[in-house]
């Protein structure tokens, strides 16, 4: 059972686009979600973070929005980079366990 | 950078023998976490550590052990290795539990023969 879930594998966009990577989730006792970016042979960082309570999240180039009612959030970031070209994993948890999604891969085009 | 490493960063090993990763942090924290990154899979839970001696089991700890006995060292044991352990394997460290920021290791990559 996946509780957190990234349907898009990948996505490729241009430089100074914008990026939209959603992911679902299921588990109702998740109150916190968390975006980590992972680059190639290095571990992931993490990268923003929202609380249920709030529907968004700023910083600087990145934004998380967050839907309680359709159990989904979404990571922009605006412009696009080339530097941002990695993989990006999405996370819930509800204090204990934090559950992550398998990732979508993605490509920045200069 | 939080200060964890990870030994070795690159281990072939063969079906039945047992392995040892190595997960070392320089930050005190209380929390150690052994992951593994599987493609479809993204990053799931082997076992945790809340403090030295104190384990507890994740998603997917059929087939490792995991031993604390120092603050900063969390040892993850695969008893005999299968070839589905084949994988990269993450360390992770925070100050609480859930909602405190994990800091990940560079990974160790283990092939098993």
């Known amino acids: 059972d996946q509780q957190v879930k990234q349907n898009s594998p990948s996505l490729s966009v241009q430089e100074g686009r914008i990026s939209i990577l959603n992911c679902d989730y299921t588990n109702s006792m998740f109150d916190y979600f968390l975006w980590y970016k992972k680059y190639p042979a290095e571990g992931p960082t993490f990268l923003i973070s929202i609380s249920s309570i709030k529907d968004k999240n700023e910083d600087g180039r990145f934004t998380v929005f967050l839907n309680k009612s359709a159990k989904h959030l979404s990571l922009h970031i605006v412009p696009s980079q080339p530097g941002d070209s990695a993989v990006y994993f999405c996370a819930g948890t509800g204090g204990f366990k934090t559950i992550f999604g398998a990732g979508t891969r993605l490509f920045v085009k200069a | 950078d939080a200060g964890i490493t990870q030994s070795p960063r690159h281990k072939v090993t063969e079906t039945g023998t047992p392995v040892t990763l190595r997960c070392h942090q320089t930050e005190n924290h209380r929390y150690m976490y052994w992951y593994r990154q599987d493609p479809g899979h993204g990053l799931r839970l082997i076992h945790y550590s809340y403090g030295v001696k104190d384990t507890d089991k994740g998603e997917v700890s059929d087939g490792y052990s995991v031993s604390r006995s120092k603050t900063e060292d969390f040892l993850l044991t695969l008893e005999s290795a299968t070839s589905s352990q084949t994988s990269v394997y993450f360390c992770?460290?925070?100050?609480?539990?859930?909602?405190?920021?994990?800091?990940f290791g560079p990974g160790t990559r283990l092939t098993v023969l």
């Open positions: 992770a460290i925070s100050e609480g539990r859930g909602r405190d920021t994990q800091y």
